[in-house]
């Protein structure tokens, strides 16, 4: 699988394929600000753009160099990158408020990370593993705190820029897959892709996690593993900066869960991507570079693994 995605990437010149912008065409050279996206509202993976556009067939790969400060800069404001670091959160706190009052699902959570690290973050349940990595991804705002993504400050971002961050920085495999029941395997990952500049080509992204001749199908004729590897290419198709895995391997079985953990693996290190997984697996600790222990939404520890294991020597 890891080698039949590397493979169609490589057919176009072997570098590295940049991985920003779902900016149409014909507003790639306005500012960010007043630039139109097809689709009205859709978000990280491609939310509510319209069915007909997921109909036009891709063009070619583009392969350009990734530069995420150009674009960061069209976003807002900029500091400084510090060292290495290309995801830095900042005393990080999440409260969420309702009539029964506050919870402070996240609190003071500090951590850097870099580029083409494979992170697995663990916890047990309601630990604020599923928080931490919306909060990421620009799907909620912190309550205190900042994070920023090679100096682009997350938590400074309005809701338009929000939703820009998310179609242009962030793939995001969902805890609960959230495809759109409406269209099929290949057109939810079409959608998702249709307004990414330099995304990779659906169908081979679709055969890469094993789904070829599930094209077609509609989610509910799919199993929980199906879907789960469609939202896992979705993700992977944008072709993001920043690939956010909720608990992606939860549905499959044993060696299913070991092919995707060795795509994602491969994303991580062929193509220099941060790739974030959280599992309640703790044997994956062992393929991680670094491992972010959560609970009571603390951070417990952060360890650095020097030595990390391939895929294929680990049990569970
Ligand atoms: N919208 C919300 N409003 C109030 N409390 C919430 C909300 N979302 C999550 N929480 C609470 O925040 C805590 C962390 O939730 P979160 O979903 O991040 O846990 P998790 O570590 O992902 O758990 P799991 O492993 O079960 O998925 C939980 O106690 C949960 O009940
Ligand atoms: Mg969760």
Redesign the pocket.
């Known amino acids: 699988m890891a080698d039949e995605i590397l493979k169609s990437e490589n057919t176009n010149s072997g570098q590295a394929v940049s991985d920003n912008a779902e900016i149409s065409c014909q507003d790639k050279d306005l500012p960010s600000s007043q630039q139109t996206l097809p689709g009205q509202d859709a978000d990280a993976e491609g939310g509510v753009a319209k069915k007909e556009d997921a109909k036009k067939p891709k063009k070619t790969l583009r392969i350009k160099p990734v530069s995420l400060s150009s674009k960061a800069e069209s976003m807002t404001s900029h500091e400084p990158v510090h060292g290495d670091a290309y995801l830095e959160l900042k005393r990080v706190g999440k409260e969420?408020?309702?009539d029964a009052g506050g919870?402070w699902?996240?609190k003071e959570v500090s951590f850097t990370l870099k580029n083409g690290e494979f992170v697995v973050i663990l916890?047990?349940?309601?630990?604020?593993?599923?928080?931490?990595?919306?909060l990421l991804g620009g799907m909620d705002s912190v309550t205190t705190g900042e994070i920023s993504l090679n100096g682009l400050i997350v938590s400074n971002l309005n809701k338009k820029q929000l939703t820009q961050y998310r179609r242009t920085e962030i793939g995001f495999v969902f805890?609960f897959y959230n495809l759109m029941p409406n269209l099929t395997a290949l057109e939810n990952i079409e959608l998702a892709t249709e307004i990414c500049r330099d995304a990779l080509p659906p169908a081979e992204i679709l055969k890469s996690v094993g789904l070829e001749e599930k094209a077609k199908n509609f989610p509910a004729q799919l199993s929980g593993g199906e879907q789960q590897r469609v939202s896992i290419a979705r993700a992977i198709a944008k072709n993001p900066k920043l690939l956010l895995c909720?608990?992606p391997t939860g549905a499959l079985d044993y060696k299913t869960g070991k092919s995707i953990l060795e795509l994602l693996h491969s994303v991580s290190k062929e193509h220099n991507k941060l790739v974030i997984i959280?599992t309640?697996n703790s044997a994956l600790k062992d393929m991680a570079d670094k491992v972010i222990y959560?609970k009571n939404?603390e951070i417990g520890d952060i360890v650095e693994n020097k030595n990390p294991k391939p895929i294929s020597e680990i049990e569970w």
């Open positions: 969420y408020v309702s919870f699902a996240l916890g047990p349940s309601g630990a604020g593993k599923t928080t931490l990595l919306n805890q909720d608990e959280v309640h959560i939404g």
